[in-house]
């Protein structure tokens, strides 16, 4: 009883922690066991030691007072030094930790001889491994950002290879890999610095919209039987001379971010993609805003069309119908087929429906609002299709040599250069990536249900059994009634 209020009594007049708690407690005892009445001498011996400790280790006045501390190389070689003239549990009673540690920091001496005396801990390397190739690339990097040229990681990387080269650095020992190329942006105090964008709203009613576009589709698959080669998207997408990329290579803390380009951030061209649910891919159509189409030839594979605006307009839809919907496998044939467009004012003119049901097609209009869910081409084909782009605008931009204007600007790509690298990132899009896509937007998943959900099913038919009841009348089916 005598020992317990002793405890309570010296938690009472100074703190301890709990390893210095643990150290006085049989001494305590022994005063309790021989009834000595000295804690006041007892208390300022206590003080004093715990003033020492204070003062001992290192210059900033380490101590031991929490369950896990940081320690600096000068105070663990202090506590070398007494562990090797004592022994490792005096060193750990004297400076207040564990004897682990003292046994563990012992082991490490050699290390700890040629550290820094502040440093803490170990964060990784401060210089690569090649470090004329880490400055090569960093100045090559300053020299880019300087003149306001976008830098991706893909670019960092095939540079580096490139030094590699000159520097006779055997491939098996240097492959520029994602990971080295992190690792030498953090340890220059480079980083990806993006801009930001704004998300599409959804509509109120967007389940319902949705359950009502599924079900109507459902409804024509089921009724006519379409192949996957039958069953297309297709949607316009603006391609600008300038394609500056959101994400460079910056130094970290810089306000200001400054990304170098033609000027010709607004002069733009319509592209029409077209894709089936197979993942076959149908010839780029192109509207260049002007009145004419230029002289000088244009690669194969791509339809090049003139526009004042550069606009779509009913003309030039079923202009691509002809020329682009009509050629497809099957469609000189008129085999019956399934045509999705989105919502826009151009594909719902009378022209454009009397021109699909006489190639004897179904034209499936997207509800407004709701493109991001079920237009093929925007959830899976345009990101990596604007990607491909940017990287060849990327690649142009960083080679060099350019034609200037007048005023002194980089001149901007000719059509013909931006009709093949629109053909090039138009080839790189993934067949699979645009069958997974007609599946995620439910357009062409298994009729048994097995690839569906169950909200996606079609409803129970109606009990006169007639195909042409209106009992499930969708917005999709109204724009799309002549």
Not at 33 to 49: D, S, V
């Amino acid at each position: 009883m005598h020992s317990t209020f002793l405890y309570f009594d010296m938690l009472k007049h100074f703190s301890f922690s709990i390893k210095q708690f643990c150290l006085v407690q049989c001494n305590v005892l022994v005063f309790c066991q021989y009834n000595l009445p000295y804690w006041p001498e007892y208390k300022t011996k206590m003080e004093k030691r715990s003033d020492n400790l204070e003062k001992s280790g290192s210059k900033i006045g380490q101590v031991n007072r929490q369950l896990r501390r940081s320690y600096d190389v000068n105070f663990k070689m202090m506590v070398i030094n007494e562990a090797e003239s004592s022994n490792n549990c005096k060193a750990a009673v004297k400076y207040g930790v564990t004897e682990c540690n003292v046994r563990r920091w012992r082991a490490q001496k050699d290390h700890l001889k040629n550290a820094h005396s502040q440093r803490k801990a170990f964060r990784g390397p401060q210089s690569g491994r090649f470090q004329e190739l880490d400055r090569r690339v960093c100045a090559y990097v300053d020299e880019k950002r300087k003149d306001g040229m976008p830098i991706s990681r893909a670019v960092i990387q095939l540079k580096a290879v490139e030094i590699a080269k000159e520097l006779n650095i055997p491939t098996a020992d240097f492959k520029a890999s994602l990971g080295w190329c992190k690792r030498m942006m953090r340890r220059n105090g480079l980083t990806l610095r993006r801009r930001t964008s704004l998300a599409q709203r959804l509509p109120s009613d967007f389940g319902e919209k949705l359950l009502s576009f599924q079900r109507y589709v459902i409804n024509l698959r089921k009724k006519h039987s379409y192949p996957l080669d039958q069953i297309g998207n297709a949607d316009q997408t603006p391609v600008f001379f300038d394609m500056p990329t959101p994400v460079t290579v910056h130094k970290k803390g810089e306000k200001s971010v400054i990304m170098k380009s033609t000027g010709n951030e607004k002069s733009r061209v319509t592209v029409m993609l077209a894709c089936l649910a197979d993942g076959t891919k149908l010839p780029p159509y192109v509207v260049l805003k002007r009145k004419t189409v230029p002289k000088e030839a244009m690669p194969a594979g791509i339809i090049v069309r003139a526009q004042e605006k550069g606009w779509m307009e009913t003309e030039l839809v079923v202009d691509w119908l002809k020329v682009v919907w009509g050629r497809r496998r099957g469609g000189l044939r008129k085999k019956r087929n399934m045509l999705i467009l989105d919502a826009f004012r151009g594909h719902l003119s009378d022209p454009v429906k009397k021109q699909v049901k006489a190639m004897n097609g179904d034209l499936v209009i997207i509800p407004g609002g709701m493109t991001s869910q079920l237009q093929v081409l925007d959830v899976v084909v345009n990101k990596p299709f604007k990607d491909n782009l940017r990287k060849k605008y990327t690649e142009w931009l960083l080679s060099g040599d350019h034609a200037l204007t007048p005023t002194g600007k980089i001149q901007k790509p000719s059509v013909r250069l931006l009709c093949e690298w629109i053909l090039h990132a138009w080839d790189a899009v993934s067949p699979k990536s645009i069958i997974h896509g007609f599946k995620k937007c439910c357009i062409s998943n298994a009729l048994d249900g097995s690839e569906d959900d169950v909200l996606w099913e079609e409803p129970a038919e109606p009990e006169d059994g007639s195909e042409d009841s209106d009992t499930d009348h969708s917005e999709a089916e109204d724009v799309c009634e002549e």
